[in-house]
């Protein structure tokens, strides 16, 4: 591989602010998610070395991050899509909880919407695409919290599910690439500058 791989999450959203899960609803960024996003483009411009394949995801919420970002999104995807949490769909965590104890997106079943493994699948499918791209450009995804944690996980070979282990706030930004042809991440969640 001789390109990095950039991850950048949407800015901040009213439900991201809430906790409430957003996978297919289009809800718009805040003005401080417009801010942030603006100021992630300057944190990619500072860690990027040349062109890009950037792919986004449809909802609003990324395709605008990525305009503030100063990025020219190539093509939009549902394999970039958020994690489907089916009927919990605008709701909390907590508010889950309340009839499933213990439940997290991680370890828990989505009614209606995604599985663990789905999404996996989902991102080793993504994951494949980029591995051949990076041999001629950089790529950037630009999309959103929960699947993109998995993407990382995927990335170093880790289950989906490990995604638990990795923070990403809103607009940060995180470096994929390898060391001698093994998968490293090279910085995880930098904030936007």
């Known amino acids: 591989m001789d ?3 950039f991850l950048l999450r949407h800015g901040q959203t009213e439900w991201s602010v809430n906790g ?5 609803t289009d809800v718009p960024l805040t003005a401080a ?3 942030q996003a603006r100021s992630a483009g300057l944190t990619l411009n500072g860690l990027r070395s040349g062109d890009a394949l950037v792919l986004s995801s449809p909802r609003q919420r990324a395709v605008r991050t990525a305009e503030l970002a100063g990025l020219v999104v190539n093509e939009t995807t549902e394999d ?3 994690w489907d949490y089916g009927d919990y769909e605008g709701i909390t965590t907590a508010k889950i909880r309340e009839t499933v104890p213990d439940w997290t997106v991680w370890t828990g079943t989505m009614p209606g919407g995604e599985t663990s493994d789905e999404v996996s699948a989902r991102a080793d499918k993504l994951l494949a695409r980029v591995r051949a791209a990076l041999a001629e450009t950089e790529v950037i995804l630009i999309g959103h919290g ?5 993407l990382v996980a995927r990335w170093i070979g880790l289950p ?13 930004v995180t470096v994929l690439g390898d060391e001698r042809g093994e998968p490293k991440i090279e910085n995880l969640n930098i904030p936007p500058s």
């Open 3 to 5: 390109h990095e791989l």
């Open 20 to 24: 409430r899960h957003t996978g297919r």
């Open 33 to 35: 998610g417009e801010s």
């Open 80 to 82: 970039l899509a958020e």
């Open 146 to 150: 929960h699947f993109s944690r998995v």
């Open 160 to 172: 989906a599910t490990a995604g638990v282990h990795f923070g990403l706030d809103p607009a940060g």
